[in-house]
């Protein structure tokens, strides 16, 4: 994995085209008008490479970000290196969320899957700049309720479930982050996404991978049939989906 560090910075585009063009992450478009405006010039767009770790566990956070596309990882880390998924984050969310609570360090390990673009803004900044942005405050703090009751959800999921229905899960929700049916994902991350061994992976997807659900060749999986994995994934899929989908009907 590469630190956050190493993420590309590139021309940052024009407040005036903040109607979307530039902008793809879910928060930043549902703020008003005056208030995209007001924190704009304070967003660093950047590009993040597969594996970029941008928040690891027990160090202080740096930055924010705001996802346009890919997919980031919440990991917890154990002390002998296991990790176990515990969150997934796209354009819908934002990565850093102790910081907007009064904390300064990360519990948990964030790790982007698959290359992605997204808006870096610095936590100085941003705390230097809150009192201007009320709807972003409150639109965060519905995210982080989403995000803690993902997790919960992947908790029970974790010990529940087989790993071929966990696996069909993980790639429902991703597709549905990303956007796009192909997911550049090797057997080994997967193990450590779903907190198993590789070889149930290898197994879980060749499973998929038969019934014409997938196609997986090395480093990538393709969705191939989406109503099909649905019925293969276990009910977490549905639950979370649903709950997020009630509360965004609901006005802030």
């Known amino acids: 994995m590469v630190k956050a560090r190493s993420t590309t910075r590139v021309n940052r585009p ?3 085209r903040s109607d ?3 902008i793809g992450n879910l928060l930043l478009l549902g703020l008003s008008r005056p208030e995209l405006t007001e924190l704009f010039p304070s967003l660093e767009f950047v590009r993040l490479k597969l594996h970029t770790v941008l928040h690891e566990v027990g160090e202080v956070i740096k930055s ?11 990991l917890t880390a154990q002390t002998d290196g296991q990790t176990v998924e515990v969150g997934l984050i796209g354009k819908e969310g934002f ?8 904390f300064t360090t990360s519990s948990q390990r964030v790790v982007i899957q698959g290359d992605a673009t997204g808006y870096r803004l610095d936590v100085s900044n941003y705390r230097k700049s809150l009192p201007k942005y009320p709807t972003l405050e409150r639109r965060l703090q519905r995210f982080a309720l989403t995000l803690s ?13 087989n790993v071929e229905e966990r696996l069909a899960r993980w790639i429902l929700m991703s597709h549905d982050r990303i956007g796009g049916d192909v997911m550049p ?17 290898s197994m879980a997807a060749a499973t998929l991978q038969s ?19 649905e019925t293969a994934a276990c ?8 709950q997020a989908l009630r509360w965004s009907a609901e006005k802030a």
């Open 14 to 16: 024009s407040p005036q």
């Open 211 to 229: 019934a014409g659900m997938i196609s997986y060749t090395r480093g990538n999986v393709t969705l191939l049939d989406v109503e099909q994995l």
């Open 149 to 161: 009751t993902q997790s919960t959800q992947l908790a029970a999921c974790n010990r529940l479930h």
């Open 95 to 102: 990565i850093g969320l102790p910081v907007p609570f009064g």
């Open 20 to 22: 979307g063009k530039d």
């Open 64 to 74: 924010l970000y705001f996802l346009n596309n890919g997919l980031a990882s919440v």
């Open 185 to 201: 994902l090797t057997q080994e991350f997967l193990g450590q996404m779903l907190g198993t061994r590789r070889s149930s992976v």
């Open 235 to 242: 009910e977490c899929y549905q639950i979370i989906k649903d």
